[in-house]
């Protein structure tokens, strides 16, 4: 069962940068393609990164690509999201989650989510 927890999340000006990551307490991890969504106050989830299982697949929403990197490692079972040149559309919670599938950015594709963590951009 995969257990996620959500951190590194906190407030930064526009410019800046923050690294997330994605804690698996659980045991199916590195079977497993994740992604990163987020839910803006008022607004629907949507959906930021994903990356394959084996970590050598990924994609991204238009609007963090080239900003944007996500990461995994199976050993350490964490996905990491080093979100760079943030803007205060950004400013979200963020959740990373599990998919079986590879490809999909609908977050009723994707399940076990965690509890999220805040990232606030200011101006």
């Known amino acids: 069962q995969v257990q996620l927890v959500e951190s590194g999340g906190g407030l930064v000006q526009a410019g800046g940068s923050l690294r997330l990551s994605c804690a698996d307490s659980?045991?199916?991890?590195?079977?497993?393609?994740m992604g990163w969504f987020r839910q803006a106050p008022g607004k629907e989830r949507e959906f930021v990164a994903a990356?394959?299982?084996?970590?050598?697949?990924?994609y991204y929403a238009d609007s963090v690509k080239g900003r944007f990197i996500i990461s995994k490692n199976n050993t350490k079972m964490t996905v990491h999201l080093q979100m760079n040149s943030l803007q205060p559309d950004d400013t979200a919670v963020y959740y990373c989650?599990?998919?079986?599938?590879?490809?999909?950015?609908?977050?009723?594709?994707?399940?076990?989510w965690g509890q999220g963590t805040q990232v606030t951009v200011s101006s």
């Open positions: 990356i394959s299982w084996r970590g050598d697949s990924t």
């Open positions: 659980g045991r199916a991890f590195s079977v497993y393609n």
């Open positions: 989650a599990v998919t079986r599938g590879f490809g999909s950015r609908r977050s009723a594709d994707f399940e076990s």
